[in-house]
Nanobody, 122 residues
Framework: QVQLVESGGGLVQAGGSLRLSCAASGRIGSSYSTGWFRQAPGKEREFVGGFRWSDGNTYYADSVKGRFTISKDNAKNTVYLQMNSLKPEDTAVYYC???????????????WGKGTLVTVSA
């Protein structure tokens, strides 16, 4: 069984930064693609960014390109989401997820964390 636990959320002013962590336990292995998604109140969960193991590339939603960066520490089985230049519209619960097929889509993810809340004040 794979467990994903997010941490690092909180309250930050617009323009500030936060780094989210996603610690994986269990047999997640290096062949899993890992992604970050977010869900704002009253909205659907959306893709933020992710790393696809099959091509070694990292992908980002247009809304966060240039501001958010995903990194990995394989030794710690941890994925990070560095968020800079935060905007009030980035306010959401952020989830990390793992996908054995590399789809990086909401419906294709195999495992989900419980999420961490990020609130950006104006």
């Amino acid at each position: 069984q794979v467990q994903l636990v997010e941490s690092g959320g909180g309250l930050v002013q617009a323009g500030g930064s936060l780094r989210l962590s996603c610690a994986a336990s269990g047999r997640i292995g290096s062949s899993y693609s890992t992604g970050w998604f977010r869900q704002a109140p009253g909205k659907e969960r959306e893709f933020v960014g992710g790393f696809r193991w099959s091509d070694g590339n990292t992908y980002y939603a247009d809304s966060v390109k240039g501001r958010f960066t995903i990194s990995k520490d394989n030794a710690k089985n941890t994925v990070y989401l560095q968020m800079n230049s935060l905007k009030p519209e980035d306010t959401a619960v952020y989830y990390c997820a793992a996908d054995s097929q590399g789809t990086l889509t909401r419906s294709g993810m195999d495992y989900w964390g419980k999420g961490t809340l990020v609130t950006v004040s104006a």
